[in-house]
């Protein structure tokens, strides 16, 4: 175990500062303290900050299915910016199936809050 709370070892989520709040059963929730380091030019949270924690909570919550598994690989990532995001960021995923070589999520979403 980590200072992030990740049983295995994920460089760049813990350079991000990335904290697990929950994992299992296929779910996984996470949480980062926005830092001037993680901001675009406007001072927001920086699309790639933002791709990266979905990136994560979603191998996470496949690897909770299988938790042999040294990791997870993305195929595929789409998201849609709707605003921006400050704060507080958490992130959550629900992978709903799992394969020999592939698994299935479909919901992953980010919530903020304001500190």
Do not use: C
Request: aromatic share 6%; no cysteine; charged share 25%.
């Amino acid at each position: 175990m980590n200072r992030s709370g990740i049983d295995i070892h994920i460089p760049f989520a813990e350079h991000l500062g990335v904290r697990l709040l929950s994992q299992g059963d296929g779910r996984a929730e996470i949480e980062l303290a926005l830092k001037d380091e993680h901001h675009n030019s406007w001072g927001k949270a920086h699309g790639g900050v933002l791709l990266s924690l979905l990136d994560i909570v979603m191998g996470l919550g496949a690897r909770s299915l299988d938790t042999g598994s040294t990791g997870a690989v993305t195929i595929e990532l789409k998201t849609n910016f709707l605003r921006v995001a400050e704060g507080t960021l958490r992130a959550s995923s629900r992978a709903t199936r799992i394969g020999k070589k592939f698994n299935l999520r479909r919901r992953s979403y980010f919530w903020w809050q304001r500190r």
